[in-house]
């Protein structure tokens, strides 16, 4: 009995040293909010496209999409990061959770859309499934 309780001890130990090392390489929201090139892979006409867009559809709907791109995710899942980086930003209004997190890992070639519960019912998870698919 003793043994497990170790155990249980250790592996939460190893998972909450893990868990906030993650939150810890997270990088701070940019400047323009909408843009985060930290892979440095987007052109500064493709960043202003993305910005002006992004500024119209807010005021419009009040709703949120936001473009990261990183290096690498230093071995953290992307579903996790993404979660993660969502909460950090603050993206989509606290009351309707209507944002959007569209992330790339260059190193690892992976992409991932993170969706707010507000924007679940245009973007449901088969949709955001085939987006990244294709």
Do not use: H
């Not at 090392?21 to 400047?31: G, H, N, Q, V």
């Not at 005021?59 to 993404?82: C, F, P, R």
């Amino acid at each position: 009995m003793k043994r497990k309780i170790f155990l249980l001890a250790i592996l939460a130990i190893v998972l909450l040293s893990s868990l906030s090392y993650a939150k810890d390489i997270l990088p701070e929201a940019s400047y323009d909010f909408y843009v985060y090139d930290g892979a440095e892979i987007i052109d500064r006409d493709i960043e202003e496209y993305i910005i002006n867009i992004n500024k119209d559809l807010y005021e419009k709907t009040g709703a949120q999409v936001v473009v990261a791109t990183i290096e690498s995710l230093d071995n953290i899942d992307i579903n996790y990061y993404a979660t993660s980086l969502f909460e950090k930003w603050k993206i989509g209004s606290r009351e309707y959770d209507n944002g959007m997190l569209i992330l790339v890992a260059l190193e690892e070639r992976q992409l991932w859309i993170e969706v707010g519960y507000g924007l679940e019912g245009q973007f449901p998870d088969t949709k955001v499934k085939r987006i990244i698919d294709n």
